[in-house]
Every structure is written in structure tokens, then in C-alpha cells.
T-cell receptor, first 113, second 116 residues
Framework: GQNIDQPTEMTATEGAIVQINCTYQ??????LFWYQQHAGEAPTFLSY????GLEEKGRFSSFLSRSKGYSYLLLKELQMKDSASYLC??????????????FGRGTQLTVWP | NAGVMQNPRHLVRRRGQEARLRCSPM?????VYWYRQLPEEGLKFMVY????????ESGMPKERFSAEFPKEGPSILRIQQVVRGDSAAYFC??????????????FGSGTQLSVL
């Protein structure tokens, strides 16, 4: 089975840095994705990691440690518009589930002025 | 270049009625996934389809739920005899052939189903 854990809520202030952690236990791991979802909207892709290390993309970075089953999403220079739910998802290609993603419950980030 | 289109955005049904949710994948995408999102919960996989084929329906309830992706037209998720517990946001996602590990899913804006 799959088990993906991330904090339910986090708060931070504008301009700050926030790190959202995600731990996972899965069979057939084939990559970890982070998505952003604003209320009532579609989840949108942020990042992908399959090898250990840090992937940087502008204000957002994502880190993966496969041996520890651990990832984090780092958001720098926070803006009000970053208030959203951040979804950690693991890809499992075992058997017929090619491309299937298993999602955590999401971390609701609130950015205060 | 339209993204994944879902309609309706909001659907209200009374208990016992049928709900039909439609999803048109992105142009060039032939793989469709349906997910359900309950309040305070993560996206839960329901079914994975290619054109005219159901590949994996392991996440779909055995009764009342069905899905199709015909050769022509959108993918349809059908819920018969809806109950209050079916109230949720239903998201559709599409991808081209998910051969590569970094092939991401593109999501639609979802259909919010409310059962009275």
C-alpha cells in the first residue's frame, strides 16, 4: 500500500521562507510530485523529483531523499498569492497503474501580511 | 490550447438520482484519470482509462459507479442512485502516454457534486 504524510496546516508571513515536509512509504516508487491547489481550482504542477537532491525552480525548490522516504517543498519570499494547499504525490508504476499518483491530504498554507 | 475541461463545475442532485460528470482531456492526451476529493482529505484515485479501455478501476466503488472514455467525445464518470456520501469534488486529469516517470498529470477544475 501507499502511505503519504504531510502537515495539515502551516502559517507564515509575507517575505518569509517556509518548508513543507512530506514522508512516504510506498512500493514501486517512481518519482515524487508537488502540486499547488487554490480553493475551488485545479491542482497545478510545481515540481518533480526522482533522484536524491534539490531541484530549484525560481522561488520554489523541492528536495528528495529516497532512502529516508522524505521530501520537502521550500517556498522563498512568500507572497499572499502563495496561500493555497500544497499536495505531495508519489508515482507508482507497478502493475497496470502506469502514471498513477498517490496523494497526501495536502498542507494548507496561509500567508499573512 | 485549452487545458483539461470538466463540466459541469457544480452539480446538485437529490438522493437516488443519477450524476454524469464529463471530462475532455487536453489535446493530444489519450490517458484519463478520475480522482475524488472529500473535504479535509487528499485526492483519491478512482479509475484510469485510455480511449475505449478501462485500464485500472481499482479505486472505484464496485456498485453504482462507472466510467467510460469513448473513441469520440469526452470521458464520462457516471454515478447512479447517488447518496449523500457521494458529495465531493471530482477531478479529472490527463496525460499523454505516461511512459516517462516525470510525465505529469494535468488536472481539470473539477466538478463539485452536492447530493441533497
Amino acid at each position: 500500500g501507499q502511505n503519504i504524510d504531510q502537515p495539515t496546516e502551516m502559517t507564515a508571513t509575507e517575505g518569509a521562507i517556509v518548508q513543507i515536509n512530506c514522508t512516504y512509504q510506498t512500493s514501486g516508487f517512481n518519482g515524487l510530485f508537488w502540486y499547488q491547489q487554490h480553493a475551488g481550482e485545479a491542482p497545478t504542477f510545481l515540481s518533480y523529483n526522482v533522484l536524491d537532491g534539490l531541484e530549484e525552480k525560481g522561488r520554489f525548490s523541492s528536495f528528495l531523499s529516497r532512502s529516508k522516504g522524505y521530501s520537502y517543498l521550500l517556498l522563498k519570499e512568500l507572497q499572499m498569492k502563495d496561500s493555497a494547499s500544497y499536495l505531495c504525490a508519489v508515482r507508482n508504476d507497478r502493475g497496470s497503474t502506469l502514471g498513477r499518483l498517490y496523494f497526501g491530504r495536502g498542507t494548507q498554507l496561509t500567508v499573512w501580511p | 490550447n485549452a487545458g483539461v475541461m470538466q463540466n459541469p463545475r457544480h452539480l446538485v442532485r437529490r438522493r437516488g438520482q443519477e450524476a454524469r460528470l464529463r471530462c475532455s482531456p487536453m489535446k493530444g492526451h489519450s490517458h484519463v484519470y478520475w480522482y475524488r476529493q472529500l473535504p479535509e482529505e487528499g485526492l483519491k484515485f478512482m479509475v484510469y482509462l485510455q480511449k475505449e479501455n478501462i485500464i485500472d478501476e481499482s479505486g472505484m466503488p464496485k456498485e453504482r459507479f462507472s466510467a467510460e472514455f469513448p473513441k469520440e467525445g469526452p470521458s464520462i464518470l457516471r454515478i447512479q442512485q447517488v447518496v449523500r456520501g457521494d458529495s465531493a469534488a471530482y477531478f479529472c486529469a490527463s496525460s499523454p502516454l505516461p511512459r516517462f516517470a516525470n510525465e505529469k498529470l494535468f488536472f481539470g477544475s473539477g466538478t463539485q457534486l452536492s447530493v441533497l
